[in-house]
C-alpha cells in the first residue's frame, strides 16, 4: 500500500516535471504542439534596474494597494465562492492554498478591456521543477492566462513558461530575473467579440515584463487549458483572476483601467 502511494506520488512529480509533450495536438495556425517538448526556448534578456513599479493613475481601479483584499473573492473550481483569504503582509499578498483543491482568487468587479499593471515574486525557497515551479498565473477575464512561474532556471515546456500565453505563445524573450526578485506585467487586453454563438474578433494581448516588450498583440486560440486547445465559448466581461496551483506566489501593487475610445 506505502509502495503504491509512493509510486503515485512520483508519477503526479514527473507530470508536473515534464518539459514538454509530444502527443498533444498541434496550435491552430501554428507548426507546433501544445506545450511542445521541441518548442525552442526564448533567449534570456536581464532586465533593467531598478525594477519600474508604476504607481496607479487616478481613473485607475486600484485591485491591491498594499492592504486589504476587499476587491476580491475566492472562487473553487466548481464556482463557491468564499471571503478574500490568501495572506497579506508586508505590503503583499501571498497565494494560500486550502488542503482539499485549489481556489482562485478573483475581483468582484467584472472587466473587459483593460491595461492591468502589478507586480509578482516567487519567493526565494520555492524549489519546485517544471510546471511545480512557484506556478499561478494571470487570468483575463478567467480564461486568458498569462503564465506566472519561476524561469530564470527553472525550465519547462516554452508556452508554459514566465509571460506566455499558456499553451499558446511562449514570450519573445525571457526577462525573468532570479526569485526572490519582484517582477512586473504591464498587460494591455481587448476582449474577444461575439456575435450570438459566432466569434467575431479573437481576445487579443501585449505583455511588457519588467519593461521588456514579450508578447506584440497576440491572438488567443481560445481560453488556456492543459495539453489540449479549448475553443472560444461566447461570454461577457468578466472577473479578473489569480491562478493558485498550489505555491506561495506573492502579488502587489495591482491595478487595473478600463479601456475606452472617447471618438
Ligand atoms: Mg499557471
Do not use: C
Request: aromatic content about 10%; charged content about 25%.
Amino acid at each position: 500500500m506505502r509502495i503504491a502511494t509512493l509510486l503515485l506520488f512520483s508519477l503526479a512529480l514527473a507530470a508536473d516535471d515534464k518539459t514538454g509533450y509530444t502527443d498533444t495536438p498541434l496550435i491552430p495556425g501554428q507548426k507546433w504542439k501544445v506545450h511542445d517538448a521541441a518548442r525552442p526556448h526564448p533567449p534570456q534578456v536581464a532586465p533593467g534596474r531598478p525594477l519600474a513599479s508604476i504607481p496607479a493613475p487616478a481613473d485607475a481601479d486600484v485591485l491591491f494597494d498594499g492592504k486589504d483584499l476587499s476587491k476580491w473573492i475566492m472562487r473553487s473550481r466548481k464556482g463557491e465562492t468564499a471571503p478574500a483569504n490568501w495572506k497579506v503582509e508586508n505590503g503583499y499578498f501571498e497565494i494560500v492554498s486550502p488542503k482539499d483543491g485549489r481556489w482562485n482568487m478573483v475581483t468582484q468587479e467584472k472587466y473587459g478591456d483593460v491595461q492591468l499593471h502589478l507586480e509578482w515574486m516567487i519567493p526565494k525557497e520555492e524549489n519546485g521543477r517544471g510546471q511545480a515551479g512557484g506556478n499561478s498565473g494571470v487570468e483575463l477575464m478567467s480564461r486568458y492566462e498569462v503564465q506566472v512561474l519561476e524561469s530564470f532556471e527553472n525550465v519547462t515546456y516554452a508556452d508554459g513558461q514566465a509571460a506566455a500565453l499558456y499553451g499558446e505563445w511562449p514570450p519573445l524573450v525571457n526577462a525573468s530575473p532570479q526569485k526572490g526578485e519582484w517582477n512586473s506585467y504591464d498587460i494591455f487586453f481587448e476582449a474577444p467579440r461575439f456575435d450570438g454563438e459566432r466569434l467575431v474578433k479573437p481576445a487579443y494581448i501585449t505583455v511588457v515584463h519588467n519593461g521588456v516588450l514579450v508578447q506584440n498583440h497576440r491572438s488567443y486560440k481560445g481560453p488556456a487549458a492543459h495539453r489540449i486547445n479549448k475553443p472560444y465559448v461566447p461570454h461577457g466581461e468578466d472577473s479578473l483572476s489569480l491562478q493558485d496551483h498550489g505555491h506561495p506566489v506573492r502579488y502587489r501593487n495591482m491595478w487595473i483601467r478600463r479601456l475606452k475610445d472617447h471618438q
